[in-house]
């Protein structure tokens, strides 16, 4: 289907279906550098304990933040967020959250995707993601175009993909 089609075929959903969905991995992408991150946050989870203001100030990278922030301003309008990190076999929703929230990402928080949707199950173990992600669309996207090679890449700044 040519593109204009497909394009055609979003703006004819209702406006509430019309929203971009951003597939967002953790470690190594938000959370840089920090591989007993997730356990850490765990623990305090399954211990009923507050998170670590401190960590949790830390916990993602300030330019994966900015970059992120950036590109949700640019998206504008609804956009949708989905987990595709290994975070989603550990976490619930409503972990995820508050380590958003917590870690200066309310509006990855408050944006997952409803139901079921908010992250990328396995399909074939937890390690195959591209398998994960590829299912998740097709289950769940109604439209979807993949940009194969593309990236945010933080290290250069907000603005660059």
């Given at each position: 289907?040519?593109?204009?089609?497909?394009?055609?075929?979003?703006?004819?959903?209702?406006?509430?279906?019309?929203?971009?969905?951003?597939?967002?991995?953790?470690?190594?992408?938000?959370?840089?550098?920090?591989?007993?991150?997730?356990?850490?946050?765990?623990?305090?989870?399954?211990?009923g304990t507050a998170l670590d203001p401190?960590?949790?100030?830390?916990?993602?990278?300030?330019?994966?933040?900015?970059?992120?922030?950036?590109?949700?301003?640019?998206?504008?309008?609804?956009?949708?967020?989905?987990i595709s990190s290994n975070w989603r076999?550990?976490?619930?929703?409503?972990?995820?959250?508050?380590?958003?929230?917590?870690?200066?990402?309310?509006?990855?928080?408050?944006?997952?995707?409803?139901?079921?949707?908010?992250?990328?199950?396995?399909?074939?173990?937890?390690?195959?993601?591209?398998?994960?992600?590829?299912?998740?669309?097709?289950?769940?996207?109604?439209?979807?175009?993949?940009?194969?090679?593309?990236?945010?890449?933080?290290?250069?700044?907000?603005?660059?993909?």
């Open positions: 289907m040519k593109r204009t089609k497909l394009h055609s075929h979003w703006h004819a959903l209702p406006v509430d279906q019309q929203w971009v969905t951003v597939l967002l991995d953790i470690d190594e992408v938000l959370c840089v550098a920090q591989p007993q991150a997730a356990s850490t946050v765990l623990r305090a989870f399954d211990a401190l960590l949790m100030k830390e916990l993602l990278s300030p330019a994966a933040k900015e970059t992120l922030s950036f590109v949700h301003q640019q998206l504008g309008g609804p956009v949708r967020f989905a076999q550990s976490f619930a929703r409503a972990q995820i959250e508050v380590v958003m929230k917590q870690a200066g990402l309310g509006f990855v928080g408050d944006g997952l995707q409803a139901g079921d949707a908010w992250c990328c199950s396995p399909k074939t173990g937890w390690h195959n993601r591209e398998l994960s992600v590829l299912a998740w669309l097709e289950k769940l996207a109604v439209y979807w175009h993949p940009l194969r090679g593309a990236y945010l890449d933080a290290s250069v700044g907000p603005g660059h993909l």
